[in-house]
């Protein structure tokens, strides 16, 4: 179980180095957990099963993560409380952005399945 944290971690170390030295505008842990994504299609089959225990471990305690963000939040609401109407904004415009185009890349995934049509003759 300790190698599979200490190859999470990696990821995530390749993938911060990656964004710093080739300057890229996405954070170093997405292109860490595109790099884990990479080597599991190429290891190819189901992911070991202390991967998913790892990773289990990590989503349950995930509330914990949230603590410096809210401890951030709390020293800058001077800030926070100055630009509230752009950050609502910024909330409910990307909110908005993600259902849209979530909705659009399911109906395109389910014509490009044929998922429509099985669907539309179970009907009938």
Same mark, same amino acid.
Do not use: Y
């Given at each position: 179980?300790?190698?599979?944290?200490?190859?999470?971690?990696?990821?995530?170390?390749?993938?911060?180095? &990656?964004?710093?030295?080739?300057?890229?505008?996405?954070?170093?842990?997405?292109?860490?957990?595109?790099?884990?994504?990479?080597?599991?299609?190429?290891?190819?089959?189901?992911?070991?099963?202390?991967?998913?225990?790892?990773?289990?471990?990590?989503?349950?305690?995930? =509330?914990?993560?949230?603590?410096?963000?809210?401890?951030?939040?709390?020293?800058?609401?001077?800030?926070?409380?100055?630009?509230?109407?752009?950050?609502?904004? &910024?909330?409910?415009? $990307? =909110?908005?952005?993600?259902?849209?185009?979530?909705?659009?890349?399911? $109906?395109?995934? &389910?014509?490009?399945?044929? =998922?429509? &049509?099985?669907?539309?003759?179970?009907?009938?």
């Amino acid at each position: 179980m300790l190698f599979f944290v200490t190859l999470l971690l990696l990821c995530q170390l390749i993938g911060e180095a &990656a964004v710093r030295l080739i300057d890229l505008p996405v954070p170093g842990p997405v292109v860490g957990m595109a790099l884990l994504f990479l080597g599991l299609l190429i290891r190819g089959g189901e992911p070991p099963e202390e991967l998913g225990q790892v990773a289990g471990g990590l989503l349950n305690n995930l =509330a914990l993560l949230f603590v410096p963000a809210g401890v951030g939040v709390m020293l800058h609401l001077d800030l926070v409380r100055a630009e509230w109407w752009p950050i609502l904004a &910024a909330l409910i415009g $990307s =909110a908005v952005l993600t259902v849209t185009v979530t909705a659009l890349l399911l $109906s395109l995934t &389910a014509r490009l399945t044929g =998922a429509e &049509a099985r669907q539309e003759e179970r009907k009938e």
